[in-house]
């Protein structure tokens, strides 16, 4: 008997929790007003609904500024009902219901997350003396978005230019040139580059590797595939690591090289401007975690242009200073002291957001980012395997990956300008990530920015761009004059004409031959959506026309036809 009566009432809850969202308060709305009406007067129109009282009542003011409400109602009303009558009363702009809302991060899968204070720094996952939050916040960036694709598809890459790589590595998503045949000794997509599937060795002129440690723990912190239960988690977890490299050409490695690395990812991400997504590879940034100490720009003079020419073509580059305690605006560093407007330049900071020992300067050295202790995807005694090490070249991935993260979350208007204006949507990137920061005390007074790297932030300015641009398009919408809809059409006793203006107004009948019908007169200033009733009972059938004058303007005509 008992576990009948169990089972019936679990049925009985089951059925409303279906019937009833618990994710949000029951009896509250949130309104936003148009700044002329009155919560007073929506409460009185609303009093009532099919008969019943609702106690619908302004509770309290959310936003005195964007007019933004509280209501409380009875929760036994039907608030969808309720809902959808407050949403298309005049003088209310947005209402919705009032959500619960749980503190959440999004923790992935991955076994060794645990330890990569880098990405979640808790006070003791980056060792003694770690600090709490002296993190770039990924897990508050990976609730926004994880990576991949832009709004318009695009696939995601970002290019690390080091010695070599393991391909092999299962944790880590490399970029395959799929419009190029490997070995075949032909040039298959006309790139330029024979043979090019595996991305491009400019030591070798190949797509060999010969696996190395360094650029393959580099990559995993770009982007190791995230929560896919093995190892690490990149800053992105889908996007597209394409491997360059400046090889290590017989004599050595040199600077040659590292020109020609560079040169191939602005080939191909030109290609893909050119070929409006059809050919090339959409890279947006560069990871360089190599250099030369000491060094000065006036003798590097095309290996700093590689940063402009890149730039050009929409690619914004990060580099890694000096792993040694000198100031790089004084002393020189190649390529951190670099010109480019699009260049980021990195130090390294430790697990308490101090910086680290290498290069700094208020000129050229723009921000710090975890550096010490980085565990990533790694390549040792011939097999693929994670390691934690240290330097400025552990820092600068996670700035070249957070470019990549930022454009999977700029919408499609965004990507549109983006798609305009590729060099100049790059700089505003470069510029976003630098306003983005975490300013802190070690980073002060040494580097241009004060700050350390911040994931979340960097990627939450990205969506509020993109919300700053769809409010435009509501205000734009707002102040449209005219008539959004007629109904019933066709229709025999009354018409409800739906007009959107913010002045006094006629709602004008006419025949097919321009005659004015009927007119009503609309007092009514309030801005936005307002639903306009019309007697037509005693009009001849036929074809007519709805329009909107304000003495001064008329809107276009609705066809409406009356039986
Ligand atoms: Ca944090
Ligand atoms: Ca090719
Ligand atoms: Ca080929
Ligand atoms: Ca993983």
Request: charged residues 15%; aromatic residues 8%.
């Amino acid at each position: 008997m008992k576990n009948i009566y169990t089972t019936a009432l679990a049925l009985f809850f089951s059925v409303i929790a279906v019937a009833q969202d618990h994710n949000h308060v029951p009896g509250n709305l949130l309104v936003m007003l148009r700044s002329d009406a009155d919560a007073k007067r929506i409460q009185s129109d609303l009093s009532q609904l099919n008969g019943v009282s609702t106690q619908l009542k302004a509770e309290r003011i959310l936003s005195e500024s964007m007019h933004i409400y509280l209501f409380s109602f009875d929760p036994t009303v039907n608030e969808e009902l309720l809902l959808s009558k407050i949403k298309s009363s005049p003088g209310v702009k947005i209402a919705q219901f009032n959500h619960y809302v749980n503190e959440r991060n999004t923790i992935p899968n991955d076994p060794q997350f645990s330890v990569m204070w880098d990405m979640n720094n808790d006070g003791t996952n980056g060792g003694s003396g770690g600090v709490a939050d002296a993190d770039i916040d990924a897990p508050e960036a990976w609730d926004i978005t994880t990576g991949g694709l832009t709004a318009q598809g695009d696939s995601i890459v970002v290019a690390v230019i080091d010695g070599g790589f393991s391909l092999t590595h299962p944790d880590i998503n490399f970029w395959k040139n799929y419009q190029e045949i490997p070995n075949d000794s032909i040039d298959n997509d006309g790139n330029g580059y024979i043979d090019d599937f595996d991305g491009w060795n400019s030591g070798t002129n190949t797509d060999n590797w010969t696996p190395a440690s360094h650029g393959t723990h580099v990559c995993g912190t770009v982007g190791a595939r995230g929560n896919n239960g093995i190892g690490v988690t990149g800053v992105n977890w889908n996007v597209k690591v394409m491997p360059v490299s400046y090889g290590s050409g017989s004599g050595g490695t040199f600077e040659a090289n590292v020109v020609a690395a560079y040169s191939y990812v602005r080939d191909q991400r030109r290609l893909y401007n050119q070929t409006n997504g059809t050919q090339g590879a959409f890279v947006v940034s560069t990871n360089s975690s190599f250099g030369v100490d000491l060094a000065m720009p006036s003798a590097y003079p095309l290996w700093c242009a590689m940063y402009d020419s890149m730039g050009a073509v929409g690619i914004v580059s990060a580099a890694a200073t000096a792993n040694a305690n000198y100031n790089v605006d004084v002393q020189g560093d190649i390529p951190t002291s670099c010109q480019s407007n699009w260049l980021i330049t990195v130090t390294n900071t430790k697990s308490n957001d101090t910086k680290a020992t290498a290069g700094y300067g208020t000129l050229d050295i723009d921000l710090g980012s975890p550096g010490t202790n980085i565990t990533s995807t790694y390549y040792s005694g011939g097999t693929n395997t994670y390691a934690s090490i240290s330097g400025t070249s552990m820092a600068t991935p996670h700035v070249a990956g957070t470019i990549g993260l930022m454009y999977s979350v700029a919408c499609p208007q965004l990507m549109t300008n983006c798609k305009t204006d590729p060099a100049g949507f790059a700089l505003m990137m470069k510029d976003s990530l630098l306003g983005a920061v975490d300013p802190v005390a070690g980073l002060a007074g040494i580097t241009v920015t004060g700050g350390r790297l911040n994931l979340y932030k960097a990627v939450k300015s990205m969506q509020n761009y993109c919300i700053a641009t769809s409010v435009n398009d509501l205000n734009n919408r707002e102040q449209a004059f005219g008539i959004s809809s007629v109904y019933p059409n066709p229709a025999s006793q009354n018409l409800t004409v739906v007009i959107n203006t913010f002045e006094s107004s006629d709602i004008i009948l006419s025949n097919v031959l321009g005659q004015e019908m009927k007119r009503v007169h609309n007092e009514n200033s309030m801005r936005g959506k307002q639903l306009i009733k019309m007697d037509i009972s005693n009009m001849a059938k036929g074809v007519y026309f709805v329009s909107l004058s304000n003495g001064n303007k008329k809107s276009g005509v609705v066809k409406v036809v009356i039986y």
